[in-house]
């Protein structure tokens, strides 16, 4: 069985910060991307940022400068660090983990987190 469990979500004041953390465990051969998307009550769920296995970055045009993504290969696992943070980041947080479970096949799966709560008061 495979999981991917977020960590670190909780309610903070404007300004402050979080690091969340996600780890991808289980019968993994091997990963590839991994990231985080965000949903907001009413809103899309829209990319926060996607790290790759090579530590390539892509961010939201909103989080640059304040957001810093990276990866511990060895652990599978992916950090996001937030910093000044703004109430309109107030979201579901969802980690994404590109997993490849078959050592036969050459396939890989995209797979999701269950998300945890980011609420940024103001």
């Known amino acids: 069985q495979v999981q991917v469990v977020e960590s670190g979500g909780g309610l903070v004041q404007a300004g402050g910060s979080l690091r969340l953390s996600c780890a991808a465990s289980g019968s993994i051969f091997s990963v590839s991307d991994m990231g985080w998307y965000r949903q907001a009550p009413g809103k899309q769920r829209e990319l926060v940022a996607v790290?790759?296995?090579?530590?390539?970055?892509t961010y939201a045009d909103s989080v640059k400068g304040r957001f810093t993504i990276s990866r511990d290969n060895a652990k599978n696992t992916v950090y996001l660090k937030m910093n000044s943070l703004k109430p309109e980041d107030t979201a579901v947080y969802y980690c994404l983990a590109d997993l490849r479970i078959d050592q036969l096949s050459g396939l890989y799966y995209r797979y999701w987190g269950q998300g945890t709560q980011v609420t940024v008061s103001s």
């Open positions: 790290i790759s296995s090579a530590d390539s970055t």
